[in-house]
């Protein structure tokens, strides 16, 4: 399937629809991409790669949306990818029935192909410690140990480990954290998540650690560098904030030297806090709000991880499994 052209953006209903989504529904600019991504798709489908907006919504029938489904079907997507794509397709249809700009929604009665549900990547907790100590232990280990940018950045990658899994908060929730939203005192970290939605998560006490021992080796660092740009927590060696994909390649380098999988992704550390959490007794309402999830069903996926550990367990020790 191609990209979404950029002259679909242009379409009066297109921009009507991305502005809703921003000022009304507090969407992220990346949903806003997304969204924007798959109505550029069902563009194709139904008009061609040469289309040119304004478009003719009142034109899109059951049998375009029949093939729009067909087409990621037949380009192999995953069943996850198709959902996820006629979910958007449908809100927008949702969307334009509502301000009148059709009479109908033509995705409303078509069905998603059916998806396995994937149980998340997590570690177990001595794989966690492992990961949570390699960044300390990779600093020691460079021959610029004891220089100001070398300390610094180690004790960084060693605070923002600490956090997201003492919070177990999304990578785009913890790199843009600013001092304001941090309470050392109280162990307390003030977390935005989708939607803009705020919420308060408690701070380990190797975490508060592993932010003071980052802050002190900070202000070495960056004395005499003038002033620094906003009040960010983390910070990349140019003073600025640290982007998600800056602390993924840091994350890959300390899962190789902690002998873990390359291939986890800083969400996994959100998995293992919950299963985790769930393993030692924590009720799900409070996972839940943890997390930040909107839907109860959500959280209770690591439900099934932490029955799916048992039982391997049993079928590992006892003698009649």
């Not at 391997?312 to 009649?320: F, W």
Request: with cysteine.
């Amino acid at each position: 399937m191609k990209k979404s052209p950029i002259e679909a953006v242009i379409d009066p209903c297109v921009d009507h629809f991305s502005r809703y989504l921003a000022h009304e529904k507090n969407a992220s600019s990346h949903t806003v991409t997304n969204y924007l991504m798959d109505i550029g798709q069902f563009v194709h489908s139904k008009w061609g790669a040469d289309a040119k907006p304004p478009f003719k919504w009142v034109d899109v029938d059951k049998y375009a949306a029949r093939k729009f489904l067909i087409d990621f079907q037949k380009a192999g997507m995953e069943p996850t990818t198709t959902s996820r794509k006629l979910s958007s397709i449908r809100t927008f249809f949702k969307f334009l029935e509502r301000e009148e700009y059709c009479s109908g929604n033509p995705f409303s009665g078509l069905r998603a192909p059916k998806r396995g549900r994937k149980l998340p990547d997590i570690m177990s907790i001595a794989e966690a410690q492992r990961l949570l100590e390699a960044p300390l232990k990779c600093l020691k280990e460079r021959p610029d140990s004891s220089s100001a940018e070398a300390q610094y950045a180690g004790h960084r990658d060693a605070a923002i480990l600490e956090v997201l899994y003492s919070t177990g908060g999304r990578v785009s929730e913890i790199s843009k954290l600013t001092e304001p939203e941090v309470d050392l005192i109280s162990s307390i970290v003030k977390v935005r998540g989708k939607g803009k939605k705020e919420r308060l998560c408690p701070l380990g006490g190797p975490a508060c650690k592993a932010i003071r021992a980052m802050q002190e080796k900070a202000e070495v660092f960056f004395a005499g560098k003038g002033k620094l740009t906003g009040r960010y927590i983390f910070r990349n060696l140019q003073g600025g904030p640290l982007t998600t994909r800056s602390i993924e390649r840091a994350l890959k380098k300390y899962l190789i030297a902690a002998n873990l999988n390359a291939n986890l992704s800083p969400h996994s550390l959100r998995h293992s806090f919950a299963t985790h959490m769930l393993d030692a007794g924590a009720d799900l309402r409070s996972v839940q709000e943890l997390l930040g999830h909107s839907s109860l069903s959500t959280t209770q996926l690591y439900t099934q991880v932490t029955v799916e550990r048992l039982k391997k367990v049993y079928g590992e020790a006892h003698p009649r499994a």
